[in-house]
């Protein structure tokens, strides 16, 4: 089972219906919500182990005659669960944080993606302070792969009007992986540093909002990062 605690609705309705994990639910109550994985997309997911996600993204592509394609990355080495998933899933065994953008990019035909999503979490210690900050430093190196260390180090410096920010956007040196329009999803813990990531993203986004999905543990101190729309 993923996840700590008894078998719950969740875990029950996972396991009835071919996901490899209850964490499907998550990214399915996103998805409902937010509608941010369409038919054809280019899904970049960080953190994929076990493979709910994949499964989750890869039946929102639709029909094949759609394409698109979901790269998973982990730690872990990943097999594409065969529920769910077809030939457009493939996955990386790497660590994040030392994978640099362009080989990242390289998995992708269109050298870049329309969605990336970030699942990432720590190894719980029980330790609130250093699981926030492991946290939150996963959280920036998916900020880092996604929006391009530039976009982010100058964050404070673009201007909050919608138009003179896409011109200001345009002047930076854009190495990020996300593709304009595109869309993004960041898991942290929360702590008080979380609100360091509604500030960054807020100026490059159509929208930008925090979500926890229903099938999150009560337990548990994730929340998730949506941002819509990436200035083009």
Request: charged share 20%; proline share 5%.
């Amino acid at each position: 089972m993923s996840g700590a605690g008894a078998p719950d609705f969740f875990y029950r309705a996972a396991q009835r219906l071919g996901f490899v994990a209850r964490s499907a639910f998550k990214l399915l109550q996103i998805q409902d919500k937010y509608k941010l994985i369409k038919p054809g997309s280019y899904v970049l997911d960080l953190g994929c182990a076990p493979g709910a996600w994949l499964q989750v993204a890869c039946h929102e592509l639709g029909s094949m005659k759609n394409g698109g394609i979901v790269v998973g990355i982990d730690l872990k080495k990943v097999k594409v669960p065969s529920t769910h998933c077809d030939s457009r899933v493939q996955t990386v065994c790497a660590n994040v944080m030392n994978l640099a953008r362009d080989q990242v990019r390289s998995l992708s035909p269109k050298k870049g993606f329309s969605v990336i999503l970030s699942d990432m979490c720590p190894l719980i210690s029980g330790i609130k302070t250093k699981d926030a900050a492991l946290s939150v430093e996963l959280g920036m190196r998916a900020l880092d792969l996604a929006l391009g260390g530039a976009a982010v180090a100058h964050a404070d410096d673009l201007p909050q009007n919608p138009e003179s920010l896409c011109s200001s956007f345009h002047s930076i040196d854009r190495d990020g992986l996300l593709q304009p329009g595109g869309n993004l999803v960041v898991k942290i813990l929360e702590s008080n540093d979380m609100q360091e990531f509604g500030r960054i993203c807020k100026p490059l986004f159509r929208k930008v909002s925090w979500f926890r999905p229903k099938a999150t543990r009560s337990s548990s101190r994730e929340i998730y990062l949506i941002c819509q729309g990436l200035c083009a």
